[in-house]
């Protein structure tokens, strides 16, 4: 099925740093959203974005809806170790009510 | 409050089998979802529910699933004669009428197919 072009697939960093992760799509979407997925959990709605340019912070987690409508950004400052998981970028598209996913970026974390 | 909850947490069952995977979505949300993942890889969708109607089924693979809310809350997720390939973990997301784009997930039904 179709799914999003999400980057990078897993990153390894020390604690204390940021981190940077993004997702394309060759077609323009409405919503952006964020999710974090720990094992055995379903994924945990992070942040949601609803405009062309919006930037939206929660708590040390920014994400960007692309200007384009084809992108979006998720960074982490500071990184720490509850940090740790899998990410994943969802797109929505006008008038559909369905979410297409990435594939995620696995985050680990050494303290 | 209490989220959305998926009976059972695992299921394992053997090929040609019938399963039914529920979901209790969250109180007041109209909207419900399901979606599949399988290993290493992001969820896909299934179908949706509006109220008591499927009002997108086009992410269902083949005539072999199929899925009913007859009352508008709770949702049941059917395979018939299942497949190996079957194999994933089934989330069910619902989303409330005052926030339609925001869907909130349960912790997924582990299915393996043997």
């Known amino acids: 099925g179709q799914q999003l072009n999400q980057s990078p697939q897993s990153m390894f960093i020390q604690e204390g740093e940021d981190v940077s992760m993004n997702c394309t799509s060759s077609?323009?979407?409405?919503?952006w959203l964020w999710y974090k997925q720990e094992p055995g959990e379903g994924p945990v709605l992070l942040i949601a974005l609803y405009k062309a340019g919006e930037l939206t912070s929660n708590g040390r987690l920014t994400a960007q809806f692309g200007i384009t409508r084809k992108d979006s950004f998720l960074n982490i400052s500071a990184s720490i170790p509850s940090d740790v998981g899998i990410y994943f970028c969802a797109g929505q598209r006008q008038g559909a009510q369905k979410l297409v996913f990435g594939q995620g970026t696995r985050l680990t974390i050494n303290p | 409050g209490a989220g959305v909850s998926q009976t059972p947490s695992n299921k394992v069952t053997e090929k040609g089998k019938y399963v039914e995977l529920r979901c209790d979505p969250i109180?007041?949300?109209?909207?419900l979802y399901w979606y599949r993942q399988s290993l290493g890889q992001g969820p896909e969708f299934l179908i949706y529910f509006q109220g008591t109607g499927a009002a997108d089924d086009s992410g269902l693979p083949n005539d072999r699933f199929f899925a009913v809310r007859p009352e508008g809350s709770v949702s049941t997720l059917k395979i018939q004669r299942t497949e190996r390939g079957d194999s994933a973990v089934y989330l069910c997301?619902?989303?409330?009428?005052?926030?339609?784009?925001?869907?909130?997930f349960g912790p997924g039904t582990r299915l393996l197919v043997l």
């Open positions: 109180s007041g949300h109209t909207a």
């Open positions: 077609s323009i979407f409405n919503t």
């Open positions: 997301a619902s989303s409330p009428p005052w926030d339609p784009e925001t869907q909130y």
